[in-house]
């Protein structure tokens, strides 16, 4: 997944004569903490890259997954369902839900480490951390490290860079970006640089991955032989014979590619896939090697050449041994986008290969999206393998989108189909965009990046169509539903011409494009509709916003407004639509259906904002502008006051009043008496009370929110790589 951390976005509201709006700062206010909100997710079941996975080789069904951005897991062996490990991390931490590297004690099944960091980049103002847990993930103590890491950033599926010396656990090491080795003595509490190590691979790609050998050394005593994958072509495998003291390129190797991944077998052979860019979306060339450590000879076994026979360039990523049969070794390629991506198998070194995709039964019913509403595929970016070290027929595999599993990987040595299944349950990976949920219809329509548009008729079962057809889309940034029109919807994505915007008048269950756009736009944007569906209005933000009367077929330039605003319609008043400019804290309102607006109120927030306006109430609109607080109209859109009970507030939304109160109630994303947290007032705002715990935080939650406008107390939160988590009472 290349989603870069979304910034908040800009929502707000106007009118026809400008009016200075109240910007008095929120007094710290004290909040109530709930006595029991029960936190699930909504079942999509994966949506994103999972980079890597391995078994405990000492305890049978222990598992662990790591993603690019949402977080790591472990498999319930009871379930079958995997366990999110980080939704503990709160919003000024986000960056701490990618893992750049996940590292189990081979010894002691008890002990878990993460390399957590998503960004390496400039604008991200987060250090990289090493997490530490002794009950598998269940609690961690945290050690920060003095540069970023890059959990999202180009060869993220390669490792492991972080490892434990299977003959002392005191022992880690670590092959960071541009910072080389570094090395624990303590569990992993406290860090150096090696300083003996003269490798610091590519710029940005750095060190790939470590593994030790442990063949004849004793146990509590360091691991004498220690091998680093660098990503430097030149001088791609280094090695220590003497426990890290000093290193050498081990002599004889192939060069002028990039180690993907290494692993050690049993019988001393040691097996490499490369590549020679780190991809995941770019390899033009790429091999597979093994090098018998016993006479320092290397053999080349790439099954499948790049770039010959009609091949067109990719490269090799995933590689796994199986740790009860020598000689068994399966690989995969990474960027071969035509045909398909393949997984490998050997069971004689890599003499001879199996094509797992030639003979393969793949079963996506676990996530009908993955088919695209085409035919299934094997996957893509698949970055690791891993096979069950107590059931050779076992193996699963990690994709873009998911993980497979199989039970049957040895018919392939028969010249049998395999049969390979989604086992991603439980892991939601979904970077989440908007979310609406009408009066009418299914609770839940949802928005999300790289795949699409999805109604949730339950909650708890995957939506058996899989994404919205008609366009199928890809990110998909903005939905919204006409509030008096029963089924009407509409939506807009990243696409080619014709294929950004669709409306549906069944509530999502079927879609109609757009014919038309506005014109010299590229981009989806915001879209709005008012409550009588006769009116939508397009901000793609590369042009002027436009409004059409004939359900996008005709496109009109709206008058009065910047070209970078977001705005929305009034749920009762269809005339009435808001807008909101965060570059110059100017809100702005329509009084004839979209076609012309004006200034309405100056003096708020610049910077950001986002904008709701309330189900049941003509003219209450809505504004929360992160750090510059939350806002509230009451006049349609003529002027803003600000709500005293709450100091930040990233989002907005509105769900079913409280028994015996007149309002709705209103949900945030915010900061009340100094906490961070999920918030819900049922007064309007003047109280707060903080539904969600220090276990439940789900990090970047500051895209969307939405209260369920037919079950108090029901929220529903957007997240940036952890799904669509929702709330509710107990």
Not at 595 to 624: I, M, Q, Y
């Amino acid at each position: 997944m290349n989603l870069p951390r979304r910034h908040f976005l800009a929502l707000g509201s106007a009118a026809a004569v400008a009016v200075t709006a109240s910007t008095q700062p929120a007094a710290a206010t004290r909040y109530r903490q709930s006595e029991g909100y029960r936190w699930r997710n909504v079942e999509i079941v994966g949506g994103g890259f999972v980079t890597g996975i391995i078994h405990h080789p000492k305890q049978r069904g222990l598992v662990y997954a790591r993603t690019d951005i949402g977080g790591a897991a472990r498999l319930d062996p009871r379930t079958q369902r995997w366990v999110q490990l980080l939704a503990w991390v709160g919003l000024r931490d986000w960056s701490l839900t990618g893992v750049e590297s996940l590292a189990i004690d081979p010894a002691d099944p008890s002990r878990l480490f993460l390399a957590v960091g998503t960004y390496t980049n400039e604008w991200s103002p987060i250090n990289g951390a090493i997490l530490r847990s002794t009950d598998q993930g269940r609690t961690f103590r945290r050690t920060d490290l003095p540069f970023k890491l890059g959990g999202n950033e180009p060869g993220r599926s390669m490792g492991e860079r972080l490892a434990v010396d299977p003959c002392d656990g005191r022992i880690l090491y670590f092959g960071t970006r541009n910072q080389g080795l570094w090395r624990s003595t303590d569990r992993g509490e406290t860090w150096a640089r090696v300083e003996s190590f003269p490798a610091t691979g590519t710029a940005g790609i750095g060190l790939g991955f470590v593994f030790f050998d442990q063949c004849g050394d004793r146990r509590g005593r360091p691991t004498r032989t220690i091998y680093v994958g660098s990503t430097d072509p030149a001088n791609p495998l280094w090695r220590s014979d003497d426990a890290g003291q000093t290193w050498s390129a081990v002599p004889g190797q192939p060069t002028g590619l990039m180690p993907h991944h290494g692993e050690l077998a049993s019988d001393g052979q040691l097996y490499l896939t490369y590549g020679d860019l780190p991809g995941p979306y770019e390899m033009y060339n790429g091999a597979v090697h093994k090098l018998d450590t016993a006479t320092g000879v290397w053999t080349d076994i790439t099954p499948l050449r790049p770039n010959t026979g009609g091949e067109a360039g990719f490269g090799y990523a995933g590689l796994a041994v199986d740790p009860r049969r020598p000689g068994t070794v399966m690989v995969s390629t990474m960027s071969r986008w035509g045909p398909v991506d393949d997984v490998f198998r050997s069971v004689d070194g890599g003499a001879t290969w199996h094509s797992i995709g030639s003979k393969i039964v793949l079963d996506t019913s676990g996530a009908p999206y993955l088919d695209f509403h085409e035919t299934p595929k094997l996957g893509w970016m698949i970055g690791d393998i891993s096979i069950d070290p107590f059931d050779s027929d076992k193996v699963m595999y990690v994709t873009g989108a998911t993980i497979f599993g199989t039970d049957d990987v040895t018919n392939a040595e028969q010249g049998r189909s395999t049969h390979w299944s989604v086992r991603a349950q439980g892991l939601e990976e979904t970077a989440v965009l908007d979310l609406i949920s009408p009066p009418w219809g299914p609770p839940l329509v949802s928005a999300l990046g790289d795949i699409g548009v999805y109604r949730h008729d339950r909650l708890d079962v995957v939506p058996p169509d899989g994404q919205a057809a008609n366009p199928v889309s890809g990110s998909s940034p903005s939905l919204d539903y006409a509030a008096k029109t029963e089924g009407f919807v509409v939506r807009v994505a990243y696409g080619g011409s014709l294929q950004r915007g669709a409306f549906s008048t069944d509530a999502g269950a079927s879609w109609q494009p757009f014919a038309g756009e506005p014109a010299g736009s590229s981009q989806p944007g915001k879209i709005v509709v008012s409550t009588d569906a006769r009116t939508i209005v397009w901000v793609p933000g590369d042009v002027l916003p436009h409004y059409s009367r004939d359900r996008g077929a005709t496109w009109t330039s709206v008058a009065g407004l910047p070209q970078q605003v977001a705005m929305v319609a009034d749920r009762v008043n269809p005339s009435l639509f808001y807008a909101f400019d965060p570059a110059t804290g100017t809100a702005y309102r329509s009084l004839d259906g979209g076609v012309n607006f004006l200034p309405s109120a100056t003096g708020l927030p610049t910077g950001s904002g986002k904008l709701e306006t309330v189900l049941d109430r003509s003219g209450h609109c809505w504004l929360a502008t992160g750090a510059g607080g939350l806002y509230r109209s009451v006049d349609q859109g003529l002027s803003y006051q600000r709500v005293t009970g709450i100091e930040e507030a990233q989002t907005v939304g509105f769900g079913k009043a409280a028994r015996g109160r007149s309002g709705m109630a209103v949900y945030s994303s915010g900061r009340v008496g100094g906490v961070d947290g999920i918030f819900r007032s049922d007064d309007s705002g003047v109280s707060w009370t903080r539904i969600n715990d220090d276990r439940h935080q789900y990090a970047s939650t500051n895209e969307a929110i939405t209260g369920d406008p037919r079950v108090y107390g029901r929220v529903y939160l957007s997240t940036n790589g952890l799904g669509i988590p929702y709330g509710e009472p107990i």
